[in-house]
């Protein structure tokens, strides 16, 4: 089962609560936003997978702010607009939003909106909204993206297959993230439909893939404090991880 993460980037607090309740009782993990400063926070430090995003910020502008997401990240947007005006829908499809919905709406309509854009989404886990970064920290590692190198707290080279890379990479785009086994599966194999479920073997293959890559970076395989096992779900790394630029 895939978890989609929403972010609503809403001024109005009374409609951005409206919001955020309604998609969490649909089933979505839901955060919020109210300006393209909080917005950019939201994106940078977890991963998202649908953005709803106003036009109507105060001084900022949801049709700049979708142009500039757009220079580096293709995340999927849908425009929300009180403003019925056909210009306005044109211009978010120019600068690349996915799907429009003037206010006020039916509930029942946002959802179907939800599930269609999302449903034409490709990634799901993934390392994409952060591909221009360079360097990664944890908890006194290094993950060096340019060389695709990870180094110890003591200084030395960890030597990681391409599997445990690739696995890696998703948990540190998705920190404090419950990750289930098919999110993971997706983000590292791109030739899985996405929507269907893992088989026994599959899952399997995801522990034994977790299992290697724990006994590289934690300290007590027994007890990991940095990847954790999420019973009937899947795992979460349980860290801080800070992004950088070299």
Known sequence: MTIYRILIVEDDLDMQEMMVTFLQKSGYMVSAAKNASELSKEINSQRIDLILLDVMLGDDNGISICKEIRKDNNIPIIIVSALSADQDRLLGFEVGADDYIAKPFNPKILLAKVKAVL??????????????????????????????????????????????????????????????????????????????????????????????LRTKIEKDTKNPSLIKTERGIGYIFSTEVTAKND
């Open 119 to 212: 449903k034409r989404g490709t990634k799901i886990a993934s390392f994409a909204y952060r591909r221009n970064t360079n360097s990664y920290y944890f908890n006194d590692w290094l993950y060096n993206g340019k060389k695709d190198i990870i180094i110890s707290p003591a200084g030395f080279q960890i030597l990681l297959s391409k599997k445990e890379t690739k696995i890696l990479k998703v948990f540190l785009a998705n920190s404090h993230i419950v990750l289930t086994r098919e999110e993971i599966a997706n983000a590292i194999d791109d030739t899985r439909v996405q929507e269907e479920k893992l088989n026994l073997a599959e899952s399997r293959a995801i522990d034994v893939l977790v299992g290697r």
